[in-house]
């Protein structure tokens, strides 16, 4: 699974728009992205994830740059209850293969008041 | 929605001593994956199984085993319990067939090794 690289940390206001962004340089052509999420000391939760299209559900939306190497997750209006780390992960499809999530360091977003 | 459950939730062991930590998957997913996630870390995959049988392994020690049901659900055996041990495992279960990837995870079992 390619390498991901996101900010250990960010703020975000109650309201506003929360972009996470990942860095992903290594993503092979069968590699998506996804995105899970971590409020504390509860079981990862999925959000979303793409392959080269950016992607919105009821959640979130995910953009990826055209040459796949960067991600954002967008969350658009960002509540006190999505404080939470995200994980960005890059993989080849579950559908070929049954293989764990493996989690790196993730960004923990911090919603103000 | 029927979600993933573990028991128990909490758990309170010594040293030496030997835990059972259980998995009831959603209905109908086959697939079953175990993740320890220490004080202040990220989860760590432990291991998996689909249709009752190991599917994958990751850091699993040796003192630690488990295995998958004919009802699905599965139970990961802790022996000799260190202090190192304690932390928050997670269970999660998907259907293989048709779906996209989405692993859901159950709400933990906290173990503290005393």
């Known amino acids: 699974d390619a390498k991901t690289t996101q900010p250990t940390s960010m703020d975000c206001a109650e309201g506003r728009a929360a972009n996470l962004p990942c860095n992903h340089s290594?993503?092979?052509?069968?590699?998506?992205v996804y995105w899970y999420r971590q409020i504390h000391s509860q079981g990862p939760q999925y959000i979303i994830h793409?392959?080269?299209n950016n992607e919105t559900n009821e959640m979130a939306s995910l953009i990826i740059t055209e040459d796949r190497k960067s991600s954002t997750l967008i969350l658009p209006h960002a509540t006190l209850r999505d404080t939470a780390v995200y994980y960005c992960i890059v993989r080849a499809s579950m559908d070929t293969g049954r293989r764990a999530l493996t989690f790196g360091s993730g960004t923990r977003l911090q919603v103000q008041p | 929605a029927a979600g993933v459950i573990q028991s128990p939730r909490h758990l309170i062991k010594e040293k030496r001593e030997t835990a059972t930590l259980k998995c009831y998957p959603i209905?109908?997913?086959?697939?079953v994956y175990w993740y320890q996630q220490g004080p202040g870390q990220d989860p760590q995959f432990l291991i998996s199984?689909?249709?009752?049988?190991?599917?994958d392994k990751g850091s699993i020690p040796d003192r630690f085993s488990a295995q998958q049901f004919s009802d699905y659900h599965s139970e990961l055996n802790m022996s000799s319990l260190e202090l190192g041990d304690s932390a928050l495992y997670f269970c999660?279960?998907?259907?293989?067939?048709?779906?996209?990837?989405?692993?859901?995870f159950g709400p933990g079992t906290r173990l503290l090794v005393l």
């Open positions: 209905p109908r997913h086959d697939t």
């Open positions: 199984f689909y249709e009752k049988m190991q599917s």
């Open positions: 290594t993503i092979s052509g069968n590699e998506y």
């Open positions: 793409g392959l080269k």
């Open positions: 999660a279960s998907r259907r293989l067939a048709g779906a996209k990837e989405t692993q859901y």
